[in-house]
């Protein structure tokens, strides 16, 4: 079981900034994947953006430019920093780890997601 934890969300006005921080502690052993997903009102999860074990990311077209997202590998932990910000960026910002561990050679990988409790992000006019 990994345990993810956001924390850095709240009100800013449009143009503002805000840093998210995510933090996973359990089994983090198979951590491949670390990122950000977003549920704004009355819309589905989006991605926001990922970060890889192989250091290469992936960032949403309507956040690049203005998000960059980071990583503190060592102590299994994310980070979104958010410039400019509009108000159609707020949402629920939810915290995402995918993990893939082989117990044994004989064994199958495990492949699992888990989710951060998410911090709520409100961006005013």
């Known amino acids: 079981q990994v345990y993810l934890v956001e924390s850095g969300g709240g009100l800013v006005q449009a143009g503002g900034s805000l840093r998210l921080t995510c933090a996973a502690s359990g089994r983090t052993r198979g951590i491949n994947a670390m990122g950000w997903y977003r549920q704004g009102p009355g819309n589905e999860r989006e991605l926001v953006a990922i970060s890889r074990e192989d250091y290469t990311s992936d960032l949403a077209d309507s956040v690049k430019g203005r998000f960059t997202i980071f990583r503190d590998y060592a102590k299994k932990m994310v980070y979104l920093q958010m410039n400019n910000l509009k108000p159609e960026d707020t949402a629920v910002y939810l915290c995402?780890?995918?993990?893939?561990?082989?117990?044994?050679?004989?064994?199958?990988?495990?492949?699992?997601?888990?989710w951060g409790q998410g911090t709520q992000v409100t961006v005013s006019s």
């Open positions: 995402y780890a995918h993990s893939v561990v082989k117990p044994s050679i004989e064994a199958p990988k495990i492949e699992d997601d888990y």
